[in-house]
């Protein structure tokens, strides 16, 4: 039995017809999509033409374009990148006038908001109001920068999608367009923008209009549904409970539709995440990002940049720079991404010899290396860290770059980063299906960046390398939709649409919901409440909020669940104002997951591989070296302690300029060892005396410091075990013994000479 996301029945005729179905977001297609495929019986079938509506503008924006349709032939559609990207160079060129911490935030902000401008606001009314607010900073700014987005615009021949719409609805109107689709069938749109909605009533008097502005209420099935709500003690209880939930319903219906449901979505989803894969699969000790994914959700919170080669490719990129970071460096020659050969005509492995190296430049005492100094270390034969084919690939890499010294396009750029990725053989073996996943995302950036060549001029190496890191800071991880997955994580915003049998509303406080006003600063304020957008007045987000929550509401069939916890350290929290007629009900026993038998009867048949975790016993001639903290990690962590203290395994030091924490209190120690030594009869020499001094004064200093951020290290706990200062006598005394006792000593060093 099929999932039920969304009432199919609604849709049906207009698939039979083989309407154009429009949707807000590719959610609502794939929910569409796949219900009515596992509908079908038969083998072949004919696939609807199931559309998100901006995917349709440009889509057809672009049939009409190679009809000779003015002005779809004459303007092109600026992809998200590119236009992210435009906005980023407006900005970082008017650094001077305006002076910004974080041009790549701004650059979001400003994008967004004039998308909200156009989408809300009339143009005339727009231009009207930033003219007659231009004393106010912001606004200023983003007067100028749009004038000028505008006119780079116009220059280049290039369009944005908001811009497009606008110009569609005007060819509607006139008849001009020579290709669009005879029915149209709307689903699920929700008080559109007014400029979607201009839009849609334009579609031509023939085309089926069969739009969704209320799901479809069942008195029966209102008066039914069950509504809870749990106060919880802290967030991991909350989350915990509602894994558990979800357990017992899959268990009870394992076709149910489940919604999570949180306004703070990135923020908990991982760890909600980890606690339903924990209760899920009790007897699994670790998991990985290999697994299959547990719920259906918009796009994760992890970025490209984050994915590990990804950042590697990256890595391999700054090569090309005079200097390298050393951090950077060690963690590249240790990367499995990376071409390695397990043999070579030397009497020690490439990887061994990678990792020495990596340890040789930690030592040298530097944070940066030069690309003369790297190579002639890695290609040194008699030393340890010879590294053959990562000199050949290096020197193979240099002369690529030094090949192309003059600025190039984007796209020559774009082709010659993969020549250079090639060369160390990045990405290594293609095993995973994630890798798999994560490498088609970096080709689609990669093509998204090659083609934003339209949009910046001839730029040099480092400037090409800094785009492309900033379009992989800017990409998220998609995530693909899984028509087996009985859950759904969502937003309020992003589950209006769709229909679920159980909801359980996750953080849902007085601070989370209504949504608080995130009014856009770079537009006037009473502008931005006279048009009613989004998120910039209070009483906007209360309507707003009343009419989304009806809505999951009456798109709820069986339960509603709604929780929040009381406090997040000093900050205190109360139920939405929106679930107090809820039935309060005792929250889920907050235990953790225990190993036993029926655990793994409740795996699929997956193979389970045992291991034996018992350390072997010690030797006759071994011996533990640890004090107390042995005792400490061994109730923490055994294989901490047993990996620190049997096996002696230390993490990798951090690269340090200058002489080390370790060697600077070595030096110290030799230092006091010799600080008065007799060389022969009577004869005496205070060697070392400045130095040490120095030394105890630069340790003690950095002890100081580190207490003064609450820190903590094993100096300041022998500091402070010392003897403390004995009562001193008062003035004149205290000066009259100094004196006294300077004199003695005088007179004895006199006497020994």
């Given at each position: 039995?099929?999932?039920?996301?969304?009432?199919?029945?609604?849709?049906?005729?207009?698939?039979?017809?083989?309407?154009?179905?429009?949707?807000?977001?590719?959610?609502?297609?794939?929910?569409?999509?796949?219900?009515?495929?596992?509908?079908?019986?038969?083998?072949?079938?004919?696939?609807?033409?199931?559309?998100?509506?901006?995917?349709?503008?440009?889509?057809?924006?672009?049939?009409?374009?190679?009809?000779?349709?003015?002005?779809?032939?004459?303007?092109?559609?600026?992809?998200s990148q590119e236009e992210f990207l435009l906005w980023n160079e407006i900005i970082e060129d008017s650094l001077n006038k305006f002076p910004l911490l974080n041009p790549k935030e701004t650059a979001n902000a400003v994008a967004h908001s004039y998308h909200l401008a156009r989408q809300w606001i009339e143009p005339n009314v727009f231009t009207r109001d930033l003219s007659a607010n231009s004393s106010i900073t912001d606004v200023a700014a983003f007067s100028q920068w749009t004038q000028i987005f505008q006119k780079k615009c116009n220059n280049l021949q290039l369009i944005n999608l908001v811009d497009a719409?606008?110009?569609?609805?005007?060819?509607?109107?006139?008849?001009?367009?020579?290709?669009?689709?005879?029915?149209?069938?709307?689903?699920?749109?929700?008080?559109?923008?007014?400029?979607?909605?201009?839009?849609?009533?334009?579609?031509?008097?023939?085309?089926?209009?069969l739009t969704t502005e209320?799901?479809?209420k069942n008195k029966s099935k209102g008066q039914s549904l069950s509504k809870k709500k749990f106060?919880?003690?802290?967030?991991?209880?909350?989350?915990?409970?509602?894994?558990?939930?979800?357990?017992?319903?899959?268990?009870?219906?394992?076709?149910?539709?489940?919604?999570?449901?949180?306004?703070?979505?990135?923020?908990?989803?991982?760890?909600?995440?980890?606690?339903?894969?924990?209760?899920?699969?009790?007897?699994?000790?670790?998991?990985?990002?290999?697994?299959?994914?547990?719920?259906?959700?918009?796009?994760?919170?992890?970025?490209?940049?984050?994915?590990?080669?990804?950042?590697?490719?990256?890595?391999?990129?700054?090569?090309?720079?005079?200097?390298?970071?050393?951090?950077?460096?060690?963690?590249?020659?240790?990367?499995?991404?990376?071409?390695?050969?397990e043999s070579l005509d030397v009497n020690i492995r490439e990887d061994q010899a990678r990792i020495n190296l990596a340890a040789c430049l930690r030592l040298r005492g530097q944070t940066t290396i030069s690309n003369r100094e790297l190579s002639y270390l890695a290609a040194t034969k008699e030393d340890s860290h010879y590294c053959k084919e990562f000199t050949e690939q290096l020197t193979q890499f240099k002369t690529e770059i030094h090949r192309i010294k003059h600025k190039k396009t984007i796209q020559k750029w774009g082709e010659l980063f993969s020549n250079l990725l090639s060369i160390f053989g990045w990405p290594g073996a293609v095993v995973d299906k994630n890798k798999t996943k994560f490498l088609k995302q970096w080709k689609r950036i990669l093509d998204q960046y090659r083609n934003a060549s339209r949009i910046l001029p001839e730029i040099d190496y480092p400037t090409a390398l800094a785009k492309l890191r900033l379009l992989c800071s800017q990409q998220t991880i998609t995530n693909e939709f899984d028509a087996s997955l009985a859950i759904s994580f969502y937003s309020i915003a992003e589950s209006i649409g769709l229909e679920f049998d159980h909801i359980w509303l996750v953080g849902f406080n007085d601070?989370?919901?209504?949504?608080?006003?995130?009014?856009?600063?770079?537009?006037?304020?009473?502008?931005?409440?006279?048009?009613?957008i989004p998120g910039s007045h209070s009483d906007i987000q209360l309507d707003n909020g009343k009419r989304l929550f009806a809505q999951l509401?009456?798109?709820?069939?069986?339960?509603?669940?709604?929780?929040?916890?009381k406090n997040d350290g000093e900050q205190l929290f109360r139920p939405s104002s929106f679930i107090l007629n809820f039935e309060t009900s005792n929250a889920f026993n907050d235990t953790v997951p225990i190993l036993n038998k029926t655990c793994f009867l409740q795996m699929d048949n997956t193979a389970i591989e045992l291991i034996t975790d018992r350390a072997l016993p010690l030797s006759k001639t071994e011996t533990v070296r640890a004090g107390t903290n042995l005792i400490s990690e061994q109730s923490s962590c055994p294989f901490r302690a047993y990996a620190k203290n049997r096996l002696r395994l230390q993490p990798e030091p951090p690269v340090e300029i200058g002489i080390s924490k370790m060697a600077r209190g070595t030096a110290i120690h030799i230092?006091?060892?010799?600080?008065?030594?007799?060389?022969?009869?009577?004869?005496?020499?205070?060697?070392?005396?400045?130095?040490s001094g120095i030394g105890v004064g630069t340790l003690f200093g950095e002890q100081i410091a580190l207490m003064a951020e609450e820190e903590n290290s094993e100096e300041i706990s022998i500091i402070q075990s010392k003897k403390q200062p004995n009562w001193l006598p008062p003035q004149p005394f205290l000066n009259i013994g100094i004196f006294t006792r300077l004199l003695f000593e005088k007179i004895i060093a006199k006497s020994e000479i």
């Open positions: 039995m099929a999932i039920t996301r969304i009432n199919l029945q609604r849709i049906l005729p207009s698939i039979k017809d083989g309407a154009t179905i429009l949707v807000p977001s590719l959610r609502v297609k794939d929910a569409i999509l796949s219900e009515y495929l596992a509908s079908i019986n038969s083998s072949t079938i004919l696939t609807p033409n199931i559309l998100p509506v901006d995917i349709f503008i440009k889509e057809y924006w672009e049939i009409n374009a190679r009809k000779a349709v003015c002005p779809c032939n004459k303007l092109q559609l600026l992809t719409i606008v110009l569609f609805t005007e060819l509607l109107k006139s008849a001009k367009l020579k290709t669009f689709p005879k029915e149209i069938t709307l689903v699920n749109f929700y008080d559109p923008p007014p400029i979607y909605q201009k839009l849609f009533n334009t579609f031509p008097n023939s085309s089926l209009i209320d799901i479809p106060e919880f003690d802290n967030q991991n209880s909350e989350l915990r409970s509602c894994a558990k939930w979800v357990k017992e319903i899959l268990i009870e219906n394992p076709t149910s539709h489940i919604g999570i449901i949180s306004n703070n979505k990135e923020k908990v989803r991982q760890k909600f995440e980890f606690l339903l894969r924990e209760e899920l699969n009790s007897s699994s000790i670790f998991w990985s990002s290999h697994e299959k994914q547990l719920f259906n959700s918009t796009n994760s919170s992890q970025r490209l940049i984050d994915i590990p080669f990804i950042y590697d490719a990256l890595l391999v990129l700054e090569l090309g720079r005079e200097r390298h970071n050393i951090e950077d460096l060690t963690r590249l020659l240790q990367s499995p991404f990376l071409t390695c050969s601070q989370n919901w209504p949504e608080p006003c995130n009014p856009s600063p770079f537009i006037p304020y009473t502008t931005q409440k006279a048009a009613s509401l009456s798109a709820t069939k069986s339960s509603v669940q709604a929780s929040y916890f230092a006091l060892d010799y600080l008065f030594e007799k060389i022969d009869t009577n004869i005496f020499v205070a060697g070392c005396y400045n130095g």
